[in-house]
């Protein structure tokens, strides 16, 4: 056992910090997924609650190099471009976010798996929304609120944020720059509640701590890469191990 983190082997430990530095890489290319790879990696290794607590810090600081790459205003104004789609996701995700403690195992698995595996399956296909319905504010809202909901118990709010983005044709630049924005804010309010739920305390937070840094290396060289690799097929290959992923964590919280 390791003593800075006595509820984890030395291979578990070991294990946790790859995903981190994989997490890192593709968050830095395409801008979203870190949430998802840490909730559907980690899951496979060490208990939900605890891959949850895990992707808090690295999420915060990683979303905070991509909101402020263009610089402080720039990020601002992005700030009040999407305020009501902020407003929803904050609100909805502080309020799902007391469930992770009171579901089961199980459902827990299976409601942090579904959502991967879903919107990985939606954006393989090349399914996408019509702009003209989502510019609507209501849609705006509704689809923040509903990002922000299975935000709150997996910390996994990227993928309907994506599809929206993407469906609206947002710059590559812009899009990368208000995802940092969007999720950043997510990830203040997600460090927060899980700070009241417990999920975040004096023991989950060394280990949250230790894997900022291979997170952190990971979203610099990730941003390097964008500039030589095809973004995307990289998107697609990350999207098919995500659906394995999600699916995986399905399949264990039917059989939990």
């Keep these: 056992m390791s003593t800075f983190i006595p509820y984890l082997t030395p291979t578990e430990l070991a294990l946790s910090l790859w995903v981190a530095l994989v997490a890192g890489v593709v968050k830095g290319t395409v801008g979203f997924a870190m949430p998802m790879i840490f909730v559907s990696l980690l899951g496979m290794i ?3 609650e605890l891959a949850l607590a895990g992707l808090l810090l690295p999420t915060l600081l990683s979303n905070g190099m991509l909101a402020f790459r263009q ?13 009501r789609f902020l407003a929803a996701m904050l609100i909805c ?7 992770v403690l009171v579901v089961p195992q199980g459902t827990l698995l299976v409601m942090i798996g579904l959502p991967v595996a879903l919107f990985s399956a939606v954006q393989i296909a090349g399914w996408r929304p019509r702009a003209e319905a989502l510019r609507h504010r209501g849609a705006e809202a509704a689809i923040g609120g509903f990002a922000g909901f299975i935000g709150g118990f997996s910390g996994i709010w990227g993928p309907p944020t994506v599809m929206y983005l993407t469906a609206l044709g947002t710059e590559k630049r812009a899009q990368m720059r208000i995802q940092g924005v969007i999720y950043g804010s997510g990830a203040i309010a997600l460090v927060l509640a899980h700070t009241v739920s417990g999920v975040l305390d ?18 610099w060289l990730g941003g390097r890469l964008q500039e030589r690799v095809n973004q995307r ?3 697609r290959l990350t999207l098919i191990v995500l659906l394995v ?3 995986n964590l399905v399949r264990r919280g039917l059989l939990a």
């Design 202 to 219: 004096t023991e989950t937070l060394p280990f949250s701590a230790l894997l900022v840094a291979p997170a952190l290396a990971g979203t």
């Design 93 to 99: 995700l502080l309020l799902s976010s007391q469930l």
């Design 233 to 235: 097929t990289f998107h």
């Design 46 to 48: 060490i208990a939900p």
């Design 245 to 247: 992923a999600g699916l």
């Design 71 to 83: 610089g402080r205003a720039a990020a601002w104004q992005t700030l009040r471009d999407q305020r």
